[in-house]
């Protein structure tokens, strides 16, 4: 909760430097929504970048996928809009952090900047087939505790009723072979995320 002297904006910006550093490839880190702009560097032609770049300014809560060849600009789109999501979720945070408890990482001080407890916003960015393996060893577990999977239904659902928007951002999609389970398994994730809108 900020102070009297704080804005929400002080109490965050620690928070959103220790989330980024910790989830964003440094190549990428310095991307921003805010100040996207058309780059020679990206084989998607620049009258075609600033149209998406202004797109994405004007809906950044709709749901997008980025599908093309390597070098179109789609991690810098996804990070870009995936930065604005913890900005907007750790505000709703904020004036709640007194009755909220949850974190999801507690980084050990002498590998941190800021040694901050990262609350739990809601806000993942995964690798589909590293997801597509933690569900499968969540629902194969047996005797072994396997920790639960960092994005799932359960935990979008529990972003909601605590006043927060889930986003997922996912990538690599297209390294996953289509089979029942792994269709049925993003449904559903994708139907949870559907159901906020």
């Known amino acids: 909760m900020p102070t009297e002297t704080q804005t929400i904006d002080d109490v965050i910006r620690p928070l959103f430097c220790e989330i980024v550093t910790i989830t964003v490839p440094e190549k990428y880190r310095s991307v921003s929504l805010k100040t996207l702009q ?53 505000r709703t945070w904020v004036p709640k952090s007194a009755e909220l408890t949850a974190y999801d990482y507690r980084p050990d001080p002498r590998d941190s900047r800021y040694g901050l407890p990262i609350p739990r916003i809601y806000v993942w960015r995964k690798s589909v087939p590293d997801l597509l393996q933690q569900l499968f060893d969540k629902m194969n577990e047996g005797e072994v505790h396997v920790p639960k999977p960092d994005i799932s239904v359960e935990k979008i659902e529990q972003g909601l009723r605590a006043g927060f928007r889930p986003c ?11 089979s029942e389970y792994t269709i049925n398994q993003l449904f559903r994730i994708f139907d949870a995320l559907l159901s906020i809108a």
Do not use: H
Request: with cysteine; net charge positive.
């Open 168 to 178: 997922a951002f996912l990538e690599e999609i297209d390294k996953i072979k289509p």
């Open 38 to 90: 058309p780059s020679e560097r990206s084989r998607l032609p620049m009258a075609e970048q600033a149209k998406l770049y202004d797109e994405l300014r004007a809906n950044p809560n709709a749901g997008w996928a980025f599908f093309a060849p390597a070098g179109y600009s789609k991690t810098t789109c996804s990070v870009a809009l995936y930065k604005q999501a913890i900005a907007k979720n750790l």
